[in-house]
């Protein structure tokens, strides 16, 4: 009896290595990754500079086009503005002279699920959700006294000097009052936020809120909040969006195809206004007179009266998809206090690599590779740094990159269908 159930399971075990062979044979040889692009990881647009990233690897200033990292905080200056696109089909719009920290990003494409947390640490940011699938999903935006939690709608959040101001623009928000000391939720402190409506929580007020001596209502928005640049200028997007939305609606589409659509939609757009950053070789216009007494190893005349500024790090690669064997040639330039700028050798300069994701040459070519203590990780992020010493005045110029992730390399070693 022992001899025919062995059989028995030895015939089963042929017929299923058999069946996983000719389902190899009807297969490409060859594995290949699909390309990384800007819908995997969360990508910035800057609509006005500066805007800085401060991760743990440093502080650089964002491009657009640069991936923004989960955990890492995001700051405009006085006039910088930015839309931070987010892997989930939602936009985050940061206004001038605000600091927020993206404390979660996740959205995972087969279940649909999304988890997103961003605190806005002080000024202003506009958000359009584009909407929540699961129930176990997230989507909040958190001050020191307050946090949104939304489905899927448009808001606006303001938090200066210990107040908050949310307005509701598309859909339904909770909003519950957070202890600015504990960041604990005070119970019986949630009210809903529908579109144009707003509600002010003060840190002085938090206190009576959960007392129960103040009762937190919502009011009518002004006109004059509702003109307000940064409000007035997101439903403005906002509108856009909604457009495109409904354009890929009338074609049937829904669900996740609707939302993959639209993100790729929105990447295609940007994309087409925002082509490869071109190399910068600026040089002296034809008219203008010099004196000089130095030339420098790039054969360009440096003129004895201008002073360095600035340097500038430019390279006509990508910093999105960058994968192990990956190349990139950096230009190092010298920007003058006059705005016009010279080529340096890369060769003058000290090249370093904040990072385990790859090392960078004496002549500024950068290449990708991740180190073995995070290799299994599959990908890990980093920048490259140059400090220059202008020979005259023997003073120290530094900058960097952007912060991108560097992937692991895909094996493409052929299968081998003959069993071998």
């Given at each position: 009896?022992?001899?025919y159930?062995i059989?028995?399971?030895?015939?089963?075990?042929?017929?299923?290595?058999?069946?996983?062979m000719?389902?190899?044979?009807?297969?490409?040889?060859?594995?290949?990754?699909?390309?990384?692009?800007?819908?995997?990881?969360p990508?910035?647009?800057?609509?006005?500079?500066?805007?800085?990233?401060?991760?743990?690897?440093?502080?650089?200033?964002?491009?657009?086009?640069?991936?923004?990292?989960?955990?890492?905080?995001?700051?405009?200056?006085?006039?910088?503005?930015g839309?931070?696109?987010?892997?989930?089909?939602?936009?985050?719009?940061?206004?001038?002279?605000?600091?927020?920290?993206?404390?979660?990003?996740?959205?995972?494409?087969?279940?649909q699920?999304?988890?997103?947390?961003?605190?806005?640490?002080?000024?202003?940011?506009?958000?359009k959700v584009?909407?929540?699938?699961t129930?176990?999903?997230?989507?909040?935006?958190?001050?020191?006294?307050?946090?949104?939690?939304?489905?899927?709608?448009?808001?606006?959040?303001?938090?200066?000097?210990?107040?908050?101001?949310?307005?509701?623009?598309?859909?339904?928000?909770?909003?519950?009052?957070?202890?600015?000391?504990?960041?604990?939720v005070?119970?019986?402190?949630?009210?809903?936020?529908?579109?144009?409506?707003?509600?002010?929580?003060?840190?002085?007020?938090?206190?009576?809120?959960?007392s129960?001596?103040?009762i937190?209502?919502?009011?009518?928005?002004?006109?004059?909040?509702?003109?307000e640049?940064?409000?007035?200028?997101?439903?403005?997007?906002?509108?856009?969006l909604?457009?495109?939305?409904?354009?890929?609606?009338?074609?049937?589409?829904?669900?996740?195809?609707?939302?993959?659509?639209?993100?790729?939609q929105?990447?295609?757009?940007?994309?087409?206004?925002?082509?490869?950053?071109?190399?910068?070789?600026?040089?002296?216009a034809?008219?203008?007179?010099?004196?000089s007494?130095?030339?420098?190893?790039?054969?360009v005349?440096?003129?004895?009266?201008?002073?360095?500024?600035?340097?500038?790090?430019?390279?006509?690669?990508?910093?999105?998809?960058?994968?192990?064997?990956?190349?990139?040639?950096?230009?190092?330039?010298?920007?003058?206090?006059?705005?016009?700028?010279?080529?340096?050798?890369?060769?003058?300069?000290?090249?370093?690599?904040?990072?385990?994701?790859?090392?960078?040459?004496?002549?500024g070519?950068?290449?990708?590779?991740?180190?073995?203590?995070?290799?299994?990780?599959?990908?890990?992020?980093?920048?490259?740094?140059?400090?220059?010493?202008?020979?005259?005045t023997?003073?120290?110029?530094?900058?960097?990159?952007?912060?991108f992730?560097?992937?692991?390399?895909?094996?493409?070693?052929?299968?081998?269908?003959?069993?071998?």
């Amino acid at each position: 009896m022992k001899k025919y159930i062995i059989f028995f399971l030895l015939v089963i075990a042929v017929l299923l290595i058999g069946g996983v062979m000719m389902s190899r044979r009807n297969q490409p040889s060859v594995y290949t990754k699909e390309p990384t692009s800007t819908d995997t990881k969360p990508w910035v647009e800057i609509i006005t500079p500066k805007i800085m990233s401060s991760t743990t690897f440093g502080t650089s200033e964002l491009q657009t086009g640069d991936e923004v990292l989960a955990g890492s905080q995001i700051q405009t200056g006085d006039v910088g503005l930015g839309n931070i696109y987010l892997t989930d089909g939602s936009v985050a719009r940061v206004d001038v002279g605000t600091k927020i920290n993206i404390e979660q990003e996740e959205y995972d494409q087969g279940s649909q699920k999304v988890g997103v947390v961003i605190k806005l640490v002080s000024g202003r940011v506009w958000t359009k959700v584009f909407g929540l699938v699961t129930p176990d999903s997230v989507w909040q935006i958190k001050t020191s006294n307050a946090v949104a939690t939304v489905r899927g709608t448009a808001l606006g959040v303001e938090y200066i000097n210990g107040q908050t101001r949310i307005i509701g623009s598309k859909g339904l928000v909770s909003v519950s009052v957070l202890d600015p000391k504990t960041g604990a939720v005070v119970k019986d402190s949630a009210v809903s936020i529908t579109p144009n409506t707003t509600v002010i929580i003060k840190n002085s007020d938090v206190a009576g809120i959960a007392s129960g001596k103040i009762i937190l209502a919502t009011k009518t928005p002004s006109i004059e909040f509702l003109n307000e640049s940064w409000v007035s200028r997101s439903v403005s997007a906002d509108e856009k969006l909604d457009t495109l939305q409904s354009q890929l609606q009338s074609q049937g589409l829904s669900g996740n195809d609707l939302r993959e659509a639209f993100k790729k939609q929105v990447k295609q757009n940007f994309i087409d206004a925002n082509p490869p950053v071109q190399t910068d070789q600026t040089t002296p216009a034809q008219n203008t007179t010099v004196t000089s007494t130095d030339t420098s190893a790039t054969g360009v005349t440096s003129p004895t009266n201008k002073i360095p500024k600035s340097l500038r790090l430019t390279t006509k690669s990508s910093f999105v998809g960058v994968t192990e064997g990956d190349q990139i040639p950096f230009v190092l330039s010298v920007v003058y206090i006059d705005r016009t700028s010279k080529v340096l050798a890369n060769s003058s300069a000290v090249w370093s690599v904040a990072g385990l994701m790859g090392s960078v040459s004496g002549s500024g070519i950068f290449t990708a590779k991740l180190d073995p203590t995070v290799s299994e990780l599959g990908e890990s992020a980093g920048y490259v740094a140059v400090v220059w010493t202008d020979p005259t005045t023997k003073t120290e110029f530094k900058t960097q990159s952007p912060t991108f992730t560097v992937y692991a390399a895909v094996d493409t070693t052929p299968i081998n269908t003959q069993g071998q």
